[in-house]
């Protein structure tokens, strides 16, 4: 089955964020990871969103929001700051019990060991 993945890209899951969900396959940039991550967040995969949170920033555990319907996502810039460092500004749509909400966000990556990870954010 060829579902498309949520990131929005318009490609089938497994050719899209399915290639790095669990896979240990690196993300190719900041971007993708994000996409990945959020992408983790519809299917409710929080080992995959744990696994791509930096060490210095991750929580100990994970509980999702249950009822969460995540309804999509818009990357509004990508920035490379340097080889190690970048940073995605995104805003995702989402809807609990009804409400719709909005979660923009700029979020800061970096790399290590040829592996992207999530740090933080700042909400915009």
Sequence with gaps: MNEA????L?????????????????TPDA???MRSRY????????????ATWHASTRPRSLELEPGLKWLGLEVKRHTS???????VE???RSRL???GQ????????????????YVDGDLL
């Excluded at 993945?5 to 929005?8: D, K, R, S, T, V």
């Excluded at 318009?10 to 240990?24: H, K, S, V």
């Excluded at 909005?102 to 990870?117: C, I, K, M, T």
């Design 5 to 8: 993945c949520p990131c929005g």
């Design 10 to 26: 318009g490609a089938a899951f497994e050719a899209c964020c399915g290639r790095y969900m669990g896979t240990g396959v690196a």
């Design 31 to 33: 971007e993708s990871l």
């Design 39 to 50: 992408t983790a967040f519809v299917r409710g995969d929080a080992a995959h969103l744990l």
């Design 81 to 87: 700051l340097d080889a190690t460092r970048a940073e």
């Design 90 to 92: 995104f805003v995702a």
């Design 97 to 99: 019990q009804g409400r």
């Design 102 to 117: 909005r979660l923009h966000e700029r979020s800061r990556f970096v790399r290590e060991d040829g592996h992207w990870f």
